[in-house]
């Protein structure tokens, strides 16, 4: 079946530091891929996504490659601030073969410090 | 902007009671998912709808939950009774995406489930 694997946290930076947060899956099609983030207390919400290979998503700052010869997402930022602080989340969605559901990986809490 | 509803945000229940939790998805939008988070991983699909119907349950513990749309507009999760690995948190989230399309889901607040 579908699973993501994200690398092992928690991460800790210091403001304005290079941010990468690696992201890899197993997939039976050819999946969308997306990152979410969760503030404390809060729902998730989508930072960006990417629907074919080589597509670069990117929003705030934050952008995640769909390499498919290896078969991954990382996640970076050139610069991170303290309020980047939450926990991020790598998804797929496999759309027509599994109804358009999530395959969530499970987090990487990131901490940034002033 | 149009939000995904939850309630209650926080619950707590002791274990072989029922509980039940409302979601209210954005307007206009077909699908409807369940999800349960436990601390520390990523949120774990229980349920799908499209409109009033269920296209997804197979991960659903079907002995204790249950969930329905009626009218195929909100959403109530079930649980019944309530065991103590039940403690999670469950976030609804919608997507305009008819089926076979993968739309942008947006997701509620979650309601934090505390089973003692």
């Known amino acids: 079946g579908d699973s993501v694997t994200q690398m092992e946290g928690p991460v800790t930076l210091s403001e304005e530091a290079f941010l990468t947060i690696n992201c890899t899956y197993t997939?039976?099609?050819?999946?969308?891929l997306f990152w979410y983030v969760q503030y404390p207390g809060e729902g998730l919400q989508l930072l960006l996504k990417a629907t074919k290979a080589d597509d670069k998503g990117s929003n705030k700052g934050f952008e995640a490659t769909y390499r498919k010869e290896t078969t991954s997402f990382h996640l970076e930022k050139g610069s991170v601030q303290v309020s980047d602080s939450a926990v991020y989340f790598c998804?797929?969605?496999?759309?027509?073969?599994?109804?358009?559901?999530?395959?969530f990986g499970e987090g990487t809490q990131l901490t940034v410090n002033p | 902007e149009a939000e995904v509803a939850q309630s209650p945000r926080y619950k707590i229940t002791e274990k072989s009671q029922a509980v039940a939790f409302w979601c209210d998805p954005i307007s206009g939008h077909a699908t409807l998912y369940w999800y349960r988070q436990i601390l520390g991983q990523g949120p774990e699909l229980l349920v799908q709808?499209?409109?009033?119907?269920?296209?997804?349950d197979s991960q659903l513990p079907k002995d204790r939950f249950s969930a329905e749309r009626l009218k195929g507009v909100d959403s109530t999760l079930k649980i019944q009774p309530a065991e103590l690995g039940d403690s999670a948190m469950y976030l609804c989230?919608?997507?305009?995406?008819?089926?076979?399309?993968?739309?942008?889901?947006?997701f509620g607040p979650g309601t934090r489930l505390t089973v003692t």
């Open positions: 989230a919608s997507s305009f995406s008819r089926k076979g399309n993968s739309y942008e889901q947006y």
């Open positions: 709808f499209q409109d009033e119907s269920v296209v997804d």
């Open positions: 998804a797929l969605s496999e759309g027509e073969t599994s109804g358009s559901r999530l395959t």
């Open positions: 997939a039976t099609g050819y999946p969308s």
